[in-house]
């Protein structure tokens, strides 16, 4: 007997996998099962994947759904992982509480980096694993060393076509090969959804808002999260839209929407707030919105590439400012969507489409961020980040690095060249790092 267990957090991620079976990306199986995980801070107060709207559509694909936070209980999914010593405990509780007994398995997870994912390929020692991405982080480098244990059963990378001819980086350590999930199962998935959430307000080609909750990721302040907020309705009502529909992250506070709703008032504007948990690929094809406005999400990506909506984003480059630290994986979805898209307070970009860089350029600009986020994870990458800094540093490009994070790597950009040799120089590095260590002892005395 075989069994596949597919691993889900986001509704997202579930129509992704639909896509993926529907597409035949996974071999027969005698059973599936979808293992749901809530990971929101308080899953108590947050709806589970199955019981959001749309779930229903997608339930068919899976012989089973079963709750991991029920299998843990009373641990929390992105907090918990086994103890070596216990994993054949908990490998053998599993199969006798999934009823799977002595089946082959085969694994399907997300974000294989941390738990609830992790964990889960820890318990399954002996499970081949394939890693399903819906979302742009795949394009960016694994955010940390992952055991070998782990990484070496990851046969393949399935990803959505969301940048047309962009390789992901994710997992490339292990030499694992991205496989495309085919847009058109993808975007036939999402048209099974368009009847969820039957008390949508209907708003015919408004400016859509994306919220993201950046705050509840230290990423933003609540305050600046708000300000983000206003921002954005700022730039589409100077943009000539005066119907304004925003739709906030499910597990954001209501008071954002206060604000916004307070803001709307003084501009004139017509603003619906959305209260439903729905896709925003199914607000897409129920309102067909003149234009799509977010900040980093990967919901912006989908708007243009699979739906041909007009969009455009705002704020991304305080992100690029204050995104830490370097490597935070956040920053390779914030430079697509930068590089790519048109900034909302540029009315002829935002009009033509167009993006801050070529996106003939994109390939080159994303393989040296992600080397000069994870170096020791991708030092393969060195040579060409190299090349690409010293021929291509320029006023539109230098956003996406840091000089200090340049100077510690020894890359051009960073020291002056003719100091190129210090940051690589043994002697050097040792002499600094005794000078902290005096630096810190005077401190505490």
């Not at 801070?41 to 019981?51: C, L, R």
């Not at 294989?112 to 890693?131: C, E, H, K, R, S």
Request: proline share 8%; aromatic share 6%; charged share 20%.
């Amino acid at each position: 007997m075989t069994t596949q267990v597919f691993l889900a957090s986001t509704l997202y991620g579930t129509a992704t996998l639909a896509a993926a079976l529907d597409a035949g990306c996974f071999a027969p199986a005698d059973r599936r099962i979808l293992l749901v995980s809530n990971n929101a801070t308080t899953p108590e107060t947050t709806p589970a994947v199955d019981a959001m709207p749309g779930f229903e559509h997608l339930r068919s694909r899976f012989d089973d759904v079963v709750s991991w936070n029920e299998t843990i209980f009373p641990f929390h999914p992105g907090a918990w992982a086994p103890r070596p010593d216990d994993v054949p405990m908990w490998e053998r509780y599993l199969r006798l509480a999934w009823g799977i007994g002595d089946d082959d398995i085969a694994l399907a997870v997300e974000s294989i980096q941390v738990n609830p994912a992790l964990g889960v390929a820890q318990i399954l020692t002996d499970a081949p694993v394939t890693v399903y991405a819906d979302g742009l982080m795949s394009y960016g480098p694994t955010r940390n060393k992952i055991d070998p244990l782990v990484g070496t059963r990851v046969e393949r990378l399935l990803h959505l076509d969301l940048v047309p001819g962009l390789r992901p980086l994710l997992l490339t350590e292990f030499g694992v090969a991205p496989e495309v999930v085919p847009t058109g199962a993808f975007t036939k998935v999402l048209a099974e959804l368009v009847d969820t959430g039957a008390d949508l307000p209907e708003v015919e080609e408004p400016a859509l808002l994306l919220g993201q909750y950046l705050s509840a990721l230290n990423i933003l302040t609540a305050e600046q999260e708000e300000d983000l907020h206003v921002r954005m309705l700022k730039g589409a009502v100077a943009l000539g839209h005066t119907r304004i529909v925003f739709k906030p992250h499910p597990t954001a506070p209501a008071r954002f929407t206060r604000t916004l709703e307070q803001e709307a008032e003084l501009l004139g504007a017509d603003l619906t707030v959305l209260d439903a948990p729905v896709l925003a690929e199914v607000l897409y094809q129920r309102t067909r919105p003149a234009l799509v406005v977010g900040c980093f999400s990967t919901a912006l990506i989908t708007a243009s590439a699979l739906y041909g909506l007009p969009v455009a984003r705002i704020g991304t480059d305080t992100l690029l400012d204050r995104l830490s630290p370097f490597e935070n994986s956040n920053r390779m979805p914030v430079t697509i969507v930068d590089a790519l898209l048109p900034d909302l307070t540029d009315r002829a970009a935002v009009a033509a489409g167009t993006g801050a860089l070529d996106p003939a350029d994109l390939a080159d600009l994303v393989r040296a961020v992600g080397f000069t986020m994870q170096p020791k994870i991708l030092p393969g990458l060195r040579a060409e980040t190299e090349r690409y800094l010293a021929a291509r540093l320029d006023e539109r490009t230098w956003r996406y690095f840091k000089k200090k994070r340049l100077t510690s790597l020894g890359l051009p950009g960073g020291v002056p060249a003719q100091l190129g040799f210090l940051p690589r120089n043994a002697t050097v590095r040792r002499v600094a790092r005794t000078a902290r260590s005096l630096q810190r002892r005077v401190v505490r005395r």
